[in-house]
């Protein structure tokens, strides 16, 4: 289950990236450095570290329960 959250977060990464090199217009400077800020964080160590931790505890967590 944390492959496929990992997997599923670089693929938005990419596509986060593709949708920024699409936006070119100096009206849209703005939301290209938003979008820059959102793939770095998304694509960095320590959130897939994060998301990482959040799967192994909602996984402890549901084998609990059971």
């Known amino acids: 289950m944390v492959f496929s959250f990992i997997s599923d977060t670089k693929r938005a ?10 936006l070119t217009s100096p009206e849209e400077q703005a939301l290209k450095t938003s979008v820059e800020k959102v793939s770095s964080i998304f ?3 320590l959130f ?3 998301l990482g931790e959040v799967c192994f505890c ?9």
């Open 48 to 50: 897939q570290a994060l």
């Open 58 to 66: 909602v996984n402890s967590n549901g084998s609990q329960n059971k």
């Open 13 to 22: 990464v990419g596509l986060l990236k593709q949708y920024q090199a699409s």
């Open 43 to 45: 694509g960095s160590h």
